[in-house]
């Protein structure tokens, strides 16, 4: 770890900055030590927890590089130096954080694997997005069978609405039918009447 805060800097925001920074680093320290005893999901939120803590000391690198300027050039080669140690101490910690990230069998427990073909539960998962595209397309069948009975019942009530419709002009064209042919009797009857006079 770095050197002990000087008091004789020249700045005593620079040296807050510092003794901010260790707090943030032996905080950041402690999360990296659990990390590597923890798998799945409280594995996964003590990964972000140190993210975040990394993240708030390169914030902090930020305002001491910016900071570092204001100090009198006698004693910034020994400020220099800290904030050397302070960089490569955290770079350490981005190291050691990425390679804890990127162990993939502790951050998903053991549901991980590199090989897709022996990993039971892919299988089960691929077999139930299966079932469930194949539901899909059922139900869209379902659905279209469905509109397609509607409509035929739609156009059967309309043919059956024109045959009731033609069966009554039918009737009526009957009806008349007879009574022009009640007509047609009497003026035959008329004219044989006329006819014999």
Known sequence: MSNPLDTDVGSELFSSYEAELKLVQADLSQKLDQISELSGEPRKAAVRQAENSLEEANDLLDQMRIEKQNIPSATRSRINQRFRNFESDIDTAKRQLKELSSD??????????????????????????????????????????????????????GTLADLNTQREQIMNTRSRLLESEGYVDRSVKTLRTMGRR
């Open 104 to 157: 993939k069998k502790a951050l998903f427990g053991n549901r991980y694997t590199d090989e897709p073909d022996g990993d039971v539960q892919l299988e089960q998962r691929q077999q139930l997005l299966s079932g469930t595209d194949r539901l899909d397309r059922s139900s869209q069948r379902l659905r279209e069978s469905q509109r397609i009975a509607n409509e035929t019942e739609d156009i059967g009530r």
